[in-house]
Structure formats: C-alpha cells, structure tokens
C-alpha cells in the first residue's frame, strides 16, 4: 500500500467530538511513552504529522489522520504512567475506553507494546478488556532497534505465553530504522479490502 496523502484533521476530547465520516478507522494504544505517535508518523512518511514528546503522556486527545483521503488513523492517549494528575488520567483512559467500545468505523486497534520490557500487568490487563469489546486488534512490539533481534523474538515469546490462550496477530517496528512500516501497512490493506 502506498500513502500518497497524509493530514491532521483534529483533535477530539471523546467520542462526541469524533469526525462525522464514514472512513474506516485503525487505532493506535499502548502504555505512556511507547512510541504511538512516532509509528504514526513512520506509516505516514512524515517526520512530524503527529506530535512526538519524549514526556510520558503528551498525547491527551483523540487525533485523526486522514490517509489518502480515504482512511484514518487514531492516536490514542496511553494508558499507565503519565505526567497528569489522577482525574486527568482517569479521563485519558475513559475518552479512549469510550472510543474503542463506541465507535461504528473502528476496523482494528494497534496494541503497542515495548519490546524491551517482560510481560506488564497493565498490558496484559488491557488486552484482556480489549478483548472482551469484540475489536479486532493486533500487537505491535516497539522500539526493535534498541536490543538484538533475539532479545526481541525472545521478550515477544514471553508476552505471548503470558497472553494465553489468545493469539493476536503480532508485529514488530522500529521508527528508527523504519523496520515493520510496510507489514502494518499491509495489515491495514487487508482490513480495507474486506
């Protein structure tokens, strides 16, 4: 798949302010800090579509990127560790909670995962949610250029079996070598095609 075209359309602080579109929509989550808005901007093939902070929990908003004017993208607020007070990230996770078991165009969420770090039980906890919503979603192991590609198989595997008996699709990418772009993209074509 190519992206020919890529543009912020807005912000929204929940589900009522979402755009009135038909597009289909893929969704990216993860913990504070995971790198969601980097891999927006690695599918996007722009450096700086969507904001990139290096403090935990800048992103407090739904965003939505239209994709070749035909498909969006949504960077989701983490959930975990954020620089925000309580209420404020109690509302981060029930503007995203409402998004992902509320929203009729949502075709599958990115679940983003730190490939350097053993199983988190805020992860696994997440997924467990996710899972009972009846989204389709696949994980997607981050920041692969930062240890051996053994360490990576290897912490993968681990989170997989602590995951059991669910069997996600899994991907793995790195913004920084550009690693796993097109096999998301790919994973986002077959969704449109159906």
Request: hydrophobic letters at 45%; glycine letters at 6%; charged letters at 25%.
């Amino acid at each position: 798949m190519q992206i020919k075209s890529a543009e912020f359309v807005t912000s929204a602080r929940g589900l009522a302010e979402c755009p009135v579109w038909e597009h289909p929509e893929f969704a990216f989550i993860g913990r504070s800090n995971v790198g969601k808005s980097s891999l927006v901007n690695l599918l996007a093939n722009r450096h700086s579509l969507a904001k990139v902070s290096a403090t935990p929990g800048k992103t407090r908003l739904l965003n939505f990127f239209l994709m070749n004017q035909s498909w969006s993208l949504v960077d989701l607020p983490g959930y975990g560790f954020a620089k925000a007070a309580k209420n404020e990230k109690f509302d981060f996770n029930e503007r995203a909670g409402d998004y992902l078991e509320g929203r009729a165009n949502l075709r599958r969420v990115f679940t983003l995962i730190d490939s350097r770090h053993k199983p988190q039980r805020i992860d696994l906890d997440f997924l467990a949610w996710l899972g009972g919503t009846g989204t389709p979603f696949s994980l997607v192991f981050t920041k692969t250029d930062k240890q051996s590609p053994a360490k990576t198989k290897a912490s993968i595997a681990l989170f997989l079996a602590a995951l059991a008996p669910a069997a996600p699709e899994v991907l793995a990418s790195s913004a920084k070598s550009r690693d796993g772009r097109l096999e998301i993209l790919r994973a986002i074509g077959r969704d449109l095609a159906q």
